[in-house]
Structure formats: structure tokens, C-alpha cells
């Protein structure tokens, strides 16, 4: 259904986490299986770029503790009849980090070799060495130009773990005048032990940008509301690059974007305050359009409370099909998603998005990381688009695994913080009029927009009007059943208003929305009767009944209560 582009630690022959491989023997010159003139940077990995899911020497490693001593030494993690110190150069166990070793790696411990040998038939199925490196055959047709966004050379990364920062950047005339396509993104990366995400977001005409947002890079975070939100260009330790499938490319240009914002995380394990980095991009446009312009799509929770030692907790963030429908373009009834990618931190040990059909009950697929990786995303382009309808909906569900967690882990941008978001390319862009469609706990982030204060001032007088605050009215069981329809005043918004409510300083305000809700559900048990009554008899209709008010009035009092409301 698709292929994999892997994102993570790249550019030319860079590794994952480059400081890894101080800490094997050899670790440097360890020779490429499918040509020994090379070597292998990612030697726990399945491409020599480092940073995609781990080979059999990559699995053990981690199983290990990634640390070098003889328990990993003496094993033969690729099944050829070598232990791992034997293909390293270290065959007695002797080496620690930090010595010399007089032998050289003869062999890689994590693919069997000779590859074609009987002995290794089924064994490297995830070898395929004519497809090492970035492949996009798009950029090499004579009409593609390139350009390049980073940093000034020299630029310091903090002295601290977690960092984002940006700057925005005015493109080239060479790209702004004219329409063009951007198909195509390599990352650069310069100093690999400290950078682990870049994004490329394209600007709004009307973005506030201001002379400072150009001239340096400044600390910020997931774009810094400035109007720079649209996703163009993406990277995570790993990839060597995101070639995009032939019907679509982003619009630069005339009726595109001329300006970006680039972002760049660092993660400083070793906190050290010499280290200096100007990573960035490499686009590559063309002025032949293609069939769609492109765009991203970001779905996910925003509110997360992950409890400490917990071997696989949960968490999921959707795009309803109320907020899908509220942010498609009146002119379409569907949109393709081209491909996605997820993302989760340190604690993240799968992700899962998919896209649910609510008619049928059915499931798809989008991205299925069974065995998420922090330090190697994937990015799957897919051989085949996915269409989405109007009334699906988008989840993505997280689990964390928090056993060597002492304390609760909450959302945030710390790289010890977490996160719960998937990525979706999707086409014609056009289609869509908001970039990010998620959660905050419970309650669709959307509603914030689509239940707005005349919203809730017309139904609100509605209310007041047709429902009494100490008896059921007939006038309010319409406007009630109304309301039960409406995600505005029900389900999880409604817990959440109230809540909410419960919090506020301003206690004639909290006494209006309680006041609110006690009028909408004067008329419960009523309204349960009337449902009941016909079809199981009064005895079993007042029970209903009984139950269904409990239910809703409880939500209220618990709020009323929390808020220490005076009665």
C-alpha cells in the first residue's frame, strides 16, 4: 500500500545519532555489505543513513542498554557465524569506549554476510542495495532549480537539552516570480549529534513578519503565531529526504508562497555549550505545475497526563467528523491523503493513525508504527491515495511506555515532555481551510471556533426563555433534544464548559453557565418517560428516567460543587 521514506539522521553519509557510534569498536569504519569502498553510518539500522527501524545488531543493541560489553560482544546478532566482536574488530571483548583497537571491522553485525551466500538467504529481507540513499528521479529532469534555506554558519546552539528556534526567510526572485511547485525536500545537516527536527512553514500573505523574524534566529515554538502555519517541508533524524508523489507539490511563487518560516529543533543531550549548527534544507521547485497543490494536515491531542510506570498507556486524538466537516471547503465533498507521519516522544512506543468511517464501522490504516522510535520516524508516502469523505473522521492513538517514568509526564515541547500528532499530505489543498484539526482532552478543539458567542447568546436567550429553572416546561423539551444535537451544549463540551466554569474567579459567570445547564435539563426525566413509556412500560420508563436524570444533573452539581457554588 506504500512505501517508506524514512526520516532521520542524513545528508550525504550522516548517521542517527552520530555520538552512538563512539561506543562500539570501530564504529566509524564499519563496511557497507553491498559496497566495501563505503561504510555503513548507521550501524543499527536498515539503511546506511542511520535513523530507520533497527537491524538485528540495532535490536540487540537496544536490548543491551546500548552499551558495548561481552554479553553483546559474544552474541551473533545476524545469525552468519561471527560474533559481534569478531565482525567489529573486537573478537576477544577487550575494547572500552575511549581506547584504540589495532583491528579493523571486517564485517557489519547486523547483516548477514556474504548477502548472497545460502547461509543468509532470508535473513537481510530489509537489504535492498540498490535503493540506499535519497531516490527522486523528479528533481533530475531539466527544468528543476533548487534553493536553500539555514541558519548563518556559526550559529550557537543553547547550552540547555530542548530548543527551537527560527527564522523567517524571504525566497529567492528566482522562486517568487513565477508559479512553481516545490516536489521535493534534502535535508543538510551539519551538526548531527544536536539536530533532530527541521520544518519549513509556508507564510501567509498577510503573516506579521517583521524585521527581526529575518535578520537572526530566535528561540520560538511550532510556529510561532506569526501566520507562518502551513507545512511545506519536514525532517526528523533519519530521512534523506521527502520526494513527493507525481500529482502533487506545494505552491511557491505567484499564487504560492513567497516567504517561509524555518524551524529547527536541537536536542543537547550532553548540555554543552560549544556547539554550533546551521543545518537547513535543500527545495527543489519546478515551474511545471503539477495536477494538485498540496498541503499538510495536523491531527492529534493537545492535552496529555501520561501516569508514571505504566508499560503501554493510551491516548487518542481525533479529527471528528463535526470538525472535519466544519473545515471543508463548501466545494468539496472529499480530499486524498498522499501520505503521514507521526509523532510521539521519548516515552512513545507505538502510534497508530487511521482514518474511521462511522457508517460502516470500518478502519484505515495510515500510518502503523507498532514499534515507535523517537530517534527514527517514518514517513510513508503511500503507492495509492487514501480518500476521506465527509462524515469520516482522523484518529491517531499513542502508547507510552512510562516504567522508567518516577512522575507524571505532560504535554509540552521538551523532548522529556510528550506529544501525541500525525502529519497527513493531502491534496488539492484547497479543500480544506484549516491546517490542524485535534483535541484538548475530551473536547474537539474546533467547537472553540464553531460555537462562537453569538452562538451561544442566541441559544442561550432560547433557553431562558422556554425552560424554567424549577419545573419542566413543555416549551423546553424541544429546544432540550435540540441541544442534545448539538455538540456545542452536549457530551464532552458541555463536561467541559462546565468545568471550566467550576475554575472561574468571576462567580456571576459561573452562576450563569450552571444556571444554563439546570434550565436545559429541567425537563430529563420527562423527556426519558415520554421515550420509555410505550415501548417498555411506565415502571421501566421512570427508571430510564430516573437514570438519565441522575446522569445529567450530576454533571452539573459535580461542577457546582468543585466551584463551591452558594446555595
Same mark, same amino acid.
Given at each position: 500500500m506504500f512505501t517508506c521514506l524514512i526520516v532521520a539522521y542524513c545528508a550525504c553519509a550522516v548517521s542517527g545519532y552520530d555520538y552512538f557510534r563512539n561506543d562500539i569498536p570501530n564504529g566509524h569504519t564499519v563496511p557497507h555489505p553491498c559496497n566495501s569502498a563505503k561504510t555503513w553510518d548507521g550501524v543499527g539500522h536498515q539503511t546506511q543513513e542511520g535513523g530507520t527501524a533497527r537491524n538485528p545488531f540495532g535490536l540487540d543493541w537496544k536490548d543491551n542498554?546500548?552499551?558495548?560489553?561481552?554479553?553483546?560482544? $559474544?552474541?551473533?546478532?545476524?545469525? +552468519?557465524?561471527?560474533?559481534?566482536?569478531?565482525?567489529?574488530?573486537?573478537?576477544?571483548c577487550t575494547w572500552t569506549i575511549g581506547t584504540n583497537i589495532a583491528a579493523v571491522a571486517s564485517s557489519h553485525p547486523g547483516i548477514c554476510e556474504p548477502i548472497r551466500s545460502a547461509m543468509c538467504a532470508n535473513k537481510n529481507s530489509f537489504l535492498d542495495c540498490g535503493k540506499q540513499g535519497f531516490q527522486c528521479d523528479a528533481i533530475n529532469q531539466p527544468d528543476v532549480f533548487n534553493i536553500s534555506i539555514s541558519f548563518a554558519p556559526g550559529t550557537r546552539v543553547p547550552r540547555q537539552e530542548t530548543t527551537y528556534m527560527c527564522q523567517a526567510f524571504d525566497l529567492p526572485e528566482v522562486a517568487t516570480s513565477s508559479t512553481n511547485h516545490l516536489i521535493a525536500a534534502i535535508p543538510n545537516i551539519v551538526n548531527p549529534t544536536v539536530a533532530h527536527h527541521m520544518i519549513i512553514r509556508g507564510c501567509s500573505s498577510d503573516a506579521h513578519i517583521t524585521d527581526q523574524h529575518r535578520a537572526a534566529p530566535y528561540m520560538c515554538f511550532m510556529g510561532d503565531q506569526i501566520g507562518c502555519d502551513d507545512i511545506i517541508a519536514i525532517w526528523a533524524v533519519g530521512s534523506p529526504g521527502v520526494c513527493l508523489p507525481d500529482e502533487i507539490g506545494f505552491a511557491v511563487g505567484v499564487g504560492g508562497y513567497k516567504q517561509v518560516l524555518f524551524e529547527i529543533h536541537w536536542d543537547n543531550q550532553l548540555l554543552l555549550d560549544s556547539y554550533v549548527d546551521n543545518s537547513?534544507? #535543500?527545495?527543489?521547485?519546478?515551474?511545471?505545475?503539477?495536477?494538485?497543490?498540496?498541503? #499538510?494536515?495536523?491531527?492529534?491531542?493537545?492535552?496529555?497526563?501520561?501516569?508514571?510506570?505504566?508499560?503501554?498507556?493510551?491516548?487518542?486524538?481525533?479529527?471528528?467528523?463535526?470538525c472535519l466537516d466544519f473545515i471543508y471547503d463548501e466545494n468539496y465533498e472529499e480530499f486524498k491523503i498522499a501520505g503521514a507521519f507521526n509523532h510521539a516522544h521519548l516515552t512513545g512506543s507505538a502510534v497508530v493513525t487511521q482514518v474511521y468511517d462511522p457508517a460502516t464501522g470500518g478502519l484505515t490504516d495510515l500510518a502503523? *508504527?507498532?514499534?515507535?522510535?523517537?530517534?527514527?520516524?517514518?514517513?510513508?508516502?503511500?503507492?495509492?491515495?487514501?480518500?476521506?469523505?465527509?462524515?469520516?473522521?482522523?484518529? %491517531?492513538?499513542?502508547? /507510552?511506555?512510562?516504567?522508567?517514568?518516577?512522575?507524571? &509526564?505532560?504535554?509540552? $515541547?521538551?523532548?522529556?515532555?510528550?506529544?501525541?500528532?500525525?502529519?497527513?499530505?493531502?491534496?488539492?489543498?484547497?479543500?480544506? &481551510? +484549516?491546517?490542524?484539526?485535534?483535541?484538548?482532552?475530551?473536547?474537539?478543539?474546533?467547537?472553540?471556533?464553531?460555537?462562537?458567542? !453569538?452562538? !451561544?447568546?442566541?441559544?442561550?436567550?432560547?433557553?431562558? &426563555?422556554?425552560?424554567?429553572?424549577?419545573?419542566?416546561?413543555?416549551?423546553?423539551?424541544?429546544?432540550?433534544?435540540?441541544?442534545?444535537?448539538?455538540?456545542?451544549?452536549?457530551?464532552?463540551?458541555?463536561?467541559? %464548559?462546565?468545568?471550566?466554569?467550576? &475554575?472561574? +474567579?468571576?462567580?456571576?459567570?459561573?452562576a450563569q453557565v450552571f444556571e444554563f445547564f439546570v434550565r436545559l435539563d429541567s425537563c430529563r426525566t420527562e423527556m426519558a418517560m415520554d421515550q420509555c413509556? *410505550? *415501548?417498555?412500560?411506565?415502571?421501566?420508563? #421512570?427508571? %430510564?428516567?430516573?437514570?438519565? /436524570?441522575?446522569?445529567? #444533573?450530576? %454533571?452539573?452539581l459535580t461542577a457546582m460543587v468543585a466551584h463551591s457554588f452558594p446555595h
Open positions: 542498554g546500548q552499551v558495548w560489553n561481552s554479553s553483546i560482544c $559474544e552474541k551473533d546478532s545476524d545469525g +552468519d557465524g561471527r560474533t559481534n566482536g569478531q565482525e567489529l574488530g573486537d573478537p576477544d537547513g534544507f #535543500i527545495l527543489f521547485l519546478t515551474p511545471n505545475k503539477r495536477a494538485n497543490d498540496a498541503g #499538510i494536515l495536523m491531527i492529534g491531542q493537545d492535552q496529555l497526563r501520561i501516569p508514571p510506570l505504566q508499560p503501554a498507556f493510551d491516548v487518542s486524538g481525533r479529527c471528528s467528523g463535526t502503523r *508504527d507498532t514499534t515507535y522510535d523517537f530517534n527514527a520516524p517514518i514517513f510513508y508516502i503511500f503507492d495509492k491515495a487514501v480518500s476521506v469523505r465527509r462524515g469520516q473522521e482522523l484518529n %491517531v492513538t499513542c502508547t /507510552y511506555n512510562t516504567m522508567s517514568r518516577t512522575q507524571m &509526564t505532560y504535554y509540552g $515541547e521538551g523532548t522529556r515532555d510528550e506529544m501525541c500528532f500525525s502529519f497527513l499530505l493531502y491534496y488539492p489543498k484547497e479543500s480544506l &481551510t +484549516d491546517h490542524q484539526c485535534s483535541q484538548k482532552g475530551q473536547t474537539d478543539k474546533c467547537l472553540d471556533v464553531l460555537c462562537g458567542p !453569538e452562538q !451561544e447568546l442566541e441559544f442561550g436567550a432560547r433557553v431562558w &426563555t422556554a425552560c424554567s429553572l424549577f419545573e419542566c416546561l413543555d416549551t423546553c423539551k424541544a429546544v432540550a433534544m435540540e441541544a442534545d444535537k448539538n455538540p456545542c451544549f452536549s457530551g464532552n463540551r458541555k463536561r467541559a %464548559v462546565l468545568e471550566n466554569a467550576s &475554575t472561574q +474567579d468571576d462567580v456571576e459567570r459561573a413509556r *410505550d *415501548d417498555q412500560g411506565v415502571n421501566s420508563g #421512570i427508571n %430510564v428516567a430516573v437514570s438519565t /436524570y441522575v446522569t445529567s #444533573i450530576a %454533571v452539573v
